[in-house]
C-alpha cells in the first residue's frame, strides 16, 4: 500500500510539473512593412534565431508565433527583393505578447547566385554617422541608466551632464537649453520633472520605459524642421497598446512607482 501510494505522488508530481512548463510559454505578434512605401510585405519569413521556430507575413504585413518559451531572443526576417534585418533583444513573457514592428529595405535581386551577410545592426546608407537609435530593451539593461530615457542618452560619446542628479545634458559644447525632445512628432520642451526655466533638464524623466518602442538621439546633421535647437534632437516614439486584452504593470523601485494599464477600445484601437 505504501508503495502504490509513493508511486501515485511521483506520478502525479511529475503531470503537475509538466503541467507548469507548459505554462511557461508566450507568443510573439508583428508587422513587416517597406520602409520606402510603408506598405505591408507579404510571405516575409520570420524565425526565432536559436531555435526551429518561425511564420511568415499574411496579406497585411502581420505574423504571430505562438507557444514560444519565455527569454530573451533575436528575431530574423528576410523577404525575396528586400535586405534582412535582425532585431535583438525580443523579451518573451508569459503575462504579455511581444511586438516587433520591422521596415526594411528593398535590394536588387540577381539571377546568378549571390551571396547576403547579415548582422544584428542594420545599417542605413542614408543615416548620418552622429545618429543613435536605442530599443527600450537596450535602454533598460544600460548600465546607469536606471530606466531613465534622458539619463541612458547621457552615457553615449559627446555627451554629458552638468552635475550628477540631474538630467541636464551638454551634448558637444552646447548648453543644456539647445536639446530638442520629440515625442511621437511632437515637440516637448522639456520631458523631465522639476525642470527648471531655461534649460531641458531635471531630476528624472516622466517617460515611462515601457511605452517606449525605440528612440533616435542626433548630435548632428538634423534638418531644418527641428526649429533653431543647435546641440541634439532626441525623437522618442512609443509604442502601440496591446490589442488582444487587457493587462498592467505595477512598478516599485528606489525611483519611481506606478501602474501602468493597456488594452483595445475596439476593433481598431487601443490604449
Known amino acids: 500500500m505504501k508503495l502504490f501510494l509513493s508511486v501515485f505522488f511521483v506520478l502525479t508530481l511529475n503531470v503537475f510539473a509538466q ?12 508587422t513587416v512593412l517597406n520602409s520606402s ?34 527569454g530573451t531572443y533575436n528575431i530574423r526576417v528576410s523577404a525575396l527583393g528586400f535586405m534582412p534585418m535582425v532585431k535583438t533583444d525580443i523579451v518573451i513573457s508569459v503575462g504579455k505578447p511581444a511586438h516587433v ?16 551577410t547579415t548582422e544584428y545592426f542594420q545599417k542605413s546608407p542614408d543615416a548620418p554617422i ?29 555627451v554629458a551632464q552638468v552635475q550628477n542628479g540631474r538630467n541636464d545634458l551638454i551634448v558637444r559644447g552646447g548648453a543644456p537649453s539647445e536639446n530638442l525632445f520629440v515625442i511621437d512628432n511632437i515637440e516637448v520642451s522639456n520631458i ?18 515601457d511605452f517606449v518602442n525605440e528612440t533616435t538621439f542626433k548630435t548632428g546633421g538634423f534638418g531644418a524642421k527641428y526649429g533653431d535647437k543647435l546641440s541634439s534632437v532626441l525623437a522618442i516614439e512609443l509604442k502601440d497598446g496591446r490589442e488582444d ?27
Not at 514592428?101 to 547576403?116: A, R
Not at 516599485?252 to 481598431?268: K, Y
Open 130 to 158: 552622429s545618429v543613435q537609435t536605442l530599443g527600450a530593451e537596450e535602454i533598460r539593461r544600460l548600465p546607469g541608466g536606471l530606466e531613465d530615457v534622458v539619463r541612458a542618452i547621457s552615457i553615449l560619446p559627446g
Open 37 to 70: 512605401t510603408k506598405e505591408p510585405i507579404v510571405s516575409a519569413t520570420i524565425v526565432i534565431q536559436g531555435t526551429k521556430t518561425g511564420a511568415a507575413t499574411d496579406i497585411d504585413g502581420n505574423f504571430i508565433i505562438k507557444n514560444v518559451a519565455i
Open 101 to 116: 514592428h520591422f521596415e526594411i529595405m528593398e535590394s536588387s535581386v540577381e539571377l546568378e547566385g549571390i551571396t547576403i
Open 192 to 209: 523631465n520633472h522639476f525642470g527648471t526655466q531655461g534649460a531641458s533638464g531635471g531630476p528624472l524623466s516622466y517617460i515611462n520605459l
Open 19 to 30: 503541467e507548469i512548463e507548459q505554462k511557461q510559454t508566450g507568443f510573439l505578434t508583428g
Open 245 to 271: 486584452q487587457l493587462g498592467g504593470k505595477a512598478t516599485i523601485s528606489a525611483s519611481q512607482f506606478g501602474l501602468n494599464l493597456e488594452g483595445p477600445t475596439n476593433e481598431n484601437g487601443s490604449f
